[in-house]
């Protein structure tokens, strides 16, 4: 049984939760595979309102944390991406935002080469499940944003190599970030789903460089989404100087 927590006044409840759980992982409380009670249990347990537990938890799915699985509930299944919640405030700074952008255009493609050469038909399948989800997620931006990520994910399990896995799922409460940019605009939704049909495609043809390319293409292409939203600042492909413009490049007086 989870045992009840004090809640600072400074800190927002559902931040508490997620703090909680992630100092019961740390200590072997709740292991990966473990289910967790039900909200109304849980809610009690935790002395807070079930609004409170379904925030967390919304926050815990679209990171990857956690499954609902039929008939099972919801499980654990990623604690790599707790850790990285300490303060969500210091994700949303240009810079860092500008690094996670980095951080993607140098994994990414990488990633994709190797899951066109190593992909299994389960590997396929699950990308392909990706895509469909988001299909059906177009206009949702929170089942949007849970469909890329899984995207991603399931690329770099297709890739089978256990360390790409390992840093996607580590690095994908940082992705949340970036991806939660792109995905203001409506008409984007197709528009990067397609990029993901592409990727899908090369990586089903076997295609390494085709794949690398794919994604190339797609990281550049929520890059430049991001950009037009104002969240970060183009620092393009070069380290950035002294007074360079947030646009493609103009001359300046």
């Known amino acids: 049984m989870i045992t009840p927590?004090?809640?600072?006044?400074?800190?927002?409840?559902?931040?508490?939760?997620?703090?909680?759980?992630?100092?019961?992982?740390a200590s072997g409380e709740i292991k990966p595979g473990d289910k967790f009670p039900p909200e109304d249990d849980l809610a009690e347990q935790l002395k807070v309102g079930r609004s409170t537990i379904r925030e967390a938890f919304r926050v815990f799915q679209m990171l990857g944390v956690t499954e609902a699985k039929p008939g099972r509930g919801t499980i654990l299944i990623n604690t790599a991406p707790l850790f990285a919640l300490i303060d969500w405030s210091q994700f949303t700074s240009a810079d860092l935002i500008n690094d996670i952008v980095e951080a993607r255009l140098a994994l990414e493609p990488l990633i994709a080469a190797m899951a066109a050469r190593r992909a299994d038909a389960a590997g396929l399948k699950r990308i392909r499940d990706t895509i469909e989800a988001g299909r059906q997620a177009v206009g949702d931006a929170e089942a949007s944003i849970q469909a890329s990520l899984d995207f991603h994910t399931a690329v770099a399990e297709?890739?089978?190599?256990?360390?790409?896995?390992?840093?996607?799922?580590?690095l994908r409460s940082l992705y949340f970030e970036s991806t939660r940019h792109s995905r203001r605009e409506p008409?984007?939704?197709?528009?990067?789903?397609?990029?993901?049909?592409?990727i899908f495609t090369a990586i089903r043809n076997k295609d390494s460089k085709a794949a690398a390319a794919a994604s190339r293409h797609h990281m550049r292409h929520g890059l430049s989404i991001v950009l037009k939203s104002g969240a970060v600042e183009?620092?393009?492909?070069?380290?950035?100087r002294s007074g360079a413009a947030s646009r493609p490049r103009k001359s300046r007086s």
């Open 187 to 198: 008409q984007n939704y197709t528009a990067l789903l397609a990029d993901h049909e592409a």
């Open 158 to 170: 297709a890739s089978r190599n256990q360390t790409l896995l390992l840093m996607t799922r580590l």
């Open 234 to 240: 183009d620092r393009g492909e070069k380290p950035r």
């Open 5 to 25: 927590i004090s809640i600072p006044p400074t800190v927002s409840l559902a931040g508490s939760i997620v703090h909680e759980i992630a100092r019961l992982v």
